[in-house]
């Protein structure tokens, strides 16, 4: 049954990434109303008469949206029956299913009556939310073959708070970043890493999208740095774990390729396939920093029962 599980929380991670890259397709390509304002059929009608790229584009999403809907419930049943006994099981399975209806709603919502473009960037994060979860049931399952211990790897409190805070502002660029695109202010900066490298405090005569864009910008920036510092110090700390050590080089390597493709977005003039990296990116990058998390709750846990016990 593990094997079983396995394959269909790999089915489920991937599925959400395609859910991710598939809403970012959207965005990209205007086609959020490639189905008029039908939902969940397009056009009002079960097979569209009318076929249009921005048509196949919208319901190729939704129909990718329903499937991944249906493996998520489906891992969460089979978590539930042969795994819940493992802590953080129920609550990351009932989070990823809690924020895929959430996400869908959102989207139903867009089509019917239209949202603003600061609610709609809230779309991607929800969905990434989503797929953070089930990125980590599946690491949850494999880890039971590899009978892992949790209580082998201590993360010091300051640790343990610099990886909740860094999750938490990884997410508030994400936003930003889904902003950017929902705003249509990808191009509106010529340049890189300034809006005009000429003339880069040339604050007054910014408009408002590119006061998003530059916002983004900055927010990446300091991410980009943060991480870099917070790397170092784990390496140096946490060098006999290979999951530290390992985890947090990879997470350096995806920051790197996410700055990297950024960039690119603005010199390839918003090239699709660029633009759908710097997504796939980010949640890649989003889902270590989930999985680190995930290692701090255990870690402190462990020292709570630890301090317990000697004080009993």
């Excluded at 790999?10 to 598939?22: E, Q």
């Excluded at 990209?28 to 009608?45: H, R």
Aim: proline content about 2%; overall charge positive; glycine content about 6%.
């Amino acid at each position: 049954m593990i094997k079983t599980l396995k394959w269909l929380s790999i089915v489920s991670t991937v599925g959400m990434l395609f859910l991710l890259l598939g809403g970012a397709l959207v965005t990209k390509t205007g086609s959020a109303d490639g189905c008029g304002d039908s939902w969940p059929l397009c056009e009002g009608e079960f097979l569209p008469s009318n076929i249009t790229p921005e048509l196949v584009i919208e319901l190729s999403h939704r129909l990718v949206t329903g499937v991944v809907g249906f493996a998520v419930v489906a891992l969460t049943i089979m978590a539930w029956k042969y795994i819940g006994h493992i802590r953080e099981v129920k609550f990351l399975t009932s989070l990823s299913v809690i924020f895929l209806i959430i996400q869908a709603l959102i989207g139903a919502a867009a089509v019917l009556w239209g949202q603003s473009d600061f609610v709609l960037a809230a779309h991607f994060g929800i969905s990434l939310i989503s797929f953070a979860a089930v990125f980590l049931v599946m690491l949850l399952i494999f880890e039971i073959d590899r009978k892992f211990d949790a209580a082998s790897l201590v993360i010091q409190k300051k640790h343990r708070v610099e990886i909740y805070a860094i999750t938490i502002y990884t997410y508030i660029v994400v936003y930003t970043g889904a902003l950017v695109r929902h705003a249509e202010a990808n191009l509106v900066c010529a340049d890189w890493p300034f809006c005009t490298n000429t003339s880069p405090l040339s604050f007054q005569s910014y408009s408002l999208e590119q006061w998003i864009q530059m916002g983004h910008r900055l927010a990446a920036g300091l991410l980009f740095i943060w991480t870099i510092t917070l790397v170092i110090r784990m390496v140096k700390y946490y060098r006999t774990s290979r999951i530290m050590y390992w985890g947090w080089l990879t997470s350096l390597a995806l920051i790197t390729l996410q700055v990297f493709f950024g960039a690119m977005i603005i010199f390839t003039l918003l090239n699709l396939g660029i633009a759908l990296m710097h997504a796939l990116v980010i949640s890649c990058y989003f889902g270590m920093l989930s999985y680190f998390v995930l290692l701090s709750s255990r870690s402190a846990k462990y020292e709570k029962s630890l301090h317990d016990v000697n004080s009993n």
